[in-house]
């Protein structure tokens, strides 16, 4: 999508919600909307296109700690999201990311609903988005090796 420059984080929850989306990312009058599981989309942006995150704003469905900290090194303006970790905003609290959410969760579950997101559980101890950034990068790459 592209025009004029969306800055209105209503439009973007619109997009989320309407898509069936996972994150929509707008910056200047680009927008784009991403449908992969977890932090996929973010790591990917924030490696291969980390121009694209700085200033931005987004919406996402759930941040953790993770995405949390993907955004905080991508330099993200504005985040609305459904449901947010209070690890997720532990981290944020310093950060220059305006925050809006509709709940707030001790941690992010797992998809069978019967433990911790493995990468919240990977990052909540770690201190700072560079020490999460190693911990992603480590389990993203322990995925690819399990697809191939």
């Known amino acids: 999508m ?8 209503e439009a973007l929850k619109r997009l989320l919600a309407d898509g069936g989306h996972t994150l929509v990312v707008a910056n200047g009058s680009e927008v784009r909307c991403y449908n992969r599981r977890g932090v996929a989309d ?12 700085r200033g931005a704003a987004v919406a996402d469905k759930v941040v953790g700690r993770a995405a949390a900290a993907l955004m ?38 797992n998809r ?13 101890d770690c201190r700072t988005p560079e020490e999460c950034l190693g ?14």
């Open 72 to 109: 905080m090194l991508g330099g993200v303006k504005r985040l609305h999201t459904r449901v947010i970790s209070s690890q997720a905003l532990s981290l944020l609290a310093d950060s220059r990311v305006s925050v809006e959410y509709n709940e707030e969760t001790h941690h992010i579950i």
């Open 42 to 53: 973010l790591y990917t942006l924030l490696r291969d296109e980390p121009g694209f995150l």
């Open 135 to 148: 911990r992603i990068t480590e389990f993203m790459e322990e995925m690819n090796n399990k697809t191939k």
């Open 2 to 9: 592209t025009g004029a420059q969306i800055t209105d984080i």
């Open 112 to 124: 069978r609903r019967d433990g911790w997101c493995p990468l919240e559980l990977r990052c909540r």
